[in-house]
């Protein structure tokens, strides 16, 4: 006796029949059947849900390479996009990313976002990155954060921390560690992507690194290399203070030189100013002069 899988005619509930015998009664609603029928019966729906689930994953798999190739800048017919949608909610009526090209602006910031923080999203996570980089601004959402997260065992670990790395880097910090925090990597992987970041960011290390000691401070678990980052952070502490140093000594000796020029200033106009003196009374000595020898002439 070898027992097969089948399937009632009457309720559709999934039974096993012996394939030796002709007939038996369903133990779920008690009718009678024909072993050959509700074999049949069973292939038969199994095929036909194959090639429904078959459909709906090809169909949503073109439409979402639509996607990637128009946010690549590669594709720009969105009436075409439109149309391909339709097709995919013939199979699939609730699927997430037709709904959002048939009924959303899909260069709308707000919109992207609104999509990305959807908990039923799956999409591929090349896409995913790639619509996350149009959403520059405000991505402190937890919806987000949890559906990246959600792609953390499903490809290769290096791959996924250049994706983030590489897509992430120009974006809010407090976001980035966010991110991070909720992949619960091992402390030494959360150290050099942190290194990576400090590195390669052109964001203000100093900012980065205090937004970091904040963070730490209020996520007791996670780890990573705080003694490292205290360097860089005391690195930048002394470098500060020596800018300061230098910008004050910068200040004094210009103050210095000011009031060096100031008072040379003033000794030139004193000089000038006694030159007039001068040449003012020569000349009324020499009027003087000139008047006394008329009158002894006249005398």
């Known amino acids: 006796m070898a027992l097969i899988k089948a399937k009632c005619t009457n309720c559709g509930a999934n039974i096993k029949v012996d394939n030796a015998s002709k007939g038996g009664i369903c133990t779920h609603c008690g009718t009678s059947y024909i072993t050959e029928d509700v074999i049949v019966n069973n292939i038969t729906n199994i095929n036909i849900s194959e090639n429904i689930d078959g459909l709906k994953l090809n169909r949503s798999a073109v439409l979402e390479n639509m996607l990637l190739e128009y946010y690549s800048g590669r594709f720009n017919d969105i009436d075409n996009m439109k149309e391909y949608a339709l097709k995919v909610q013939e199979c699939d009526l609730n699927n997430v990313i037709a709904r959002f090209v048939i009924f959303e602006n899909i260069d709308s910031t707000s919109a992207i976002k609104k999509l990305l923080s959807n908990k039923d999203l799956d999409i591929n996570f090349k896409l995913f990155n790639i619509m996350l980089n149009v959403c520059v601004d405000d991505l402190n959402d937890s919806n987000i954060i949890n559906n990246i997260v959600k792609y953390k065992n499903t490809i290769d670990k290096s791959t996924f921390i250049t994706e983030i790395y590489d897509n992430y880097r ?130």
Do not use: C, P
């Open 170 to 299: 120009k974006k809010d910090f407090k976001f980035i560690l966010n991110v991070i925090y909720n992949l619960k990597f091992e402390k030494d992987e959360n150290t050099a992507f942190l290194e990576g970041l400090y590195n390669n960011s052109k964001v203000s290390k100093i900012a980065m690194l205090s937004q970091l000691k904040l963070f730490a401070n209020s996520h007791k678990d996670f780890l990573y290399d705080e003694q490292k980052f205290d360097e860089y952070a005391n690195h930048w502490k002394k470098l500060k203070e020596k800018q300061n140093e230098q910008r004050e000594e910068k200040i004094k000796l210009e103050e210095k030189n000011k009031l060096e020029n100031d008072i040379e200033k003033y000794k030139q106009e004193v000089q000038q100013k006694n030159k007039k003196k001068i040449i003012i009374w020569a000349s009324i000595g020499g009027i003087s002069l000139i008047g006394l020898v008329i009158f002894l002439l006249l005398i």
